[in-house]
């Protein structure tokens, strides 16, 4: 189920990415909407919101800070093989972003308030708060861990079109890479993880 999922997404990622930058001229006109509605709410205190998710989610923060405490943070707990998961997962979320962002181009918003990489589409902020939220919800499947995790990956969209570095569009697709790549991993990996988790649970309780 896992591997259909995630498969679904990404390849719903792709044809949203081809859709868009091949099939208009011009944003399509939800994108357009969307940016001129969020500009209402450019605000001083929802703008400083959004850069403080901007410094998170991007540079050497989203790229090494987030990722290794988080692994550390497994490791602590003695889940090594979900320190891998997690690792590989980065790894791959981060790939899958950078090859459809060289593979469509996809020019960003004119009236962007931060600088930038090269292709808005799809949103990398956005596919590593997914990559984040989903990770920890396949190693911790509670409700309160998919809660927090889906409004993470809201918060950090939302701040993408605040900031109009991103169509709406971009934080979608990043989403759905994010979540697909872990899904897909998760289909592989999660076999190994929990079967480990189990009988480290064993022994600790034999002990």
Do not use: C
């Not at 999922?5 to 357009?32: C, H, K, N, Q, S």
């Not at 707990?77 to 997690?86: E, K, L, P």
């Not at 690792?87 to 996809?106: C, D, I, M, P, T």
Request: aromatic share 12%; charged share 10%.
């Amino acid at each position: 189920m896992l591997l259909w999922w995630g498969t679904g997404m990404l390849v719903a990622a792709t044809l949203l990415g081809a859709a868009i930058v091949f099939g208009y001229t011009e944003p399509p006109a939800f994108d357009r909407w969307w940016n001129d509605a969020v500009d209402m709410y450019r605000t001083d205190a929802v703008l400083s919101f959004a850069l403080v998710l901007n410094s998170i989610g991007g540079g050497w923060i989203a790229i090494l800070l987030v990722p290794l405490l988080l692994i550390a943070a497994l490791l602590i707990a003695r889940r090594w093989r979900a320190a891998v998961f997690a690792a590989v997962a980065f790894l791959a979320s981060a790939g899958a972003v950078q090859l459809l962002k060289q593979l469509f181009g996809r020019a960003r918003p004119e009236d962007m308030i931060v600088v930038s990489d090269y292709g808005s589409f799809p949103s990398g902020h956005t596919a590593n708060a997914a990559t984040i939220a989903v990770v920890l919800w396949l190693v911790f499947p509670r409700v309160w861990t998919a809660l927090l995790g889906i409004l993470w990956i809201l918060a950090m969209a939302l701040s993408r079109t605040l900031l109009s570095v991103h169509w709406a569009t971009d934080t979608l697709g990043g989403a759905l890479v994010g979540a697909g790549v872990v899904l897909v991993l998760g289909a592989w990996l999660l076999p190994w993880v929990r079967t480990y988790s189990r009988r480290d649970a064993e022994h600790a309780s034999i002990g």
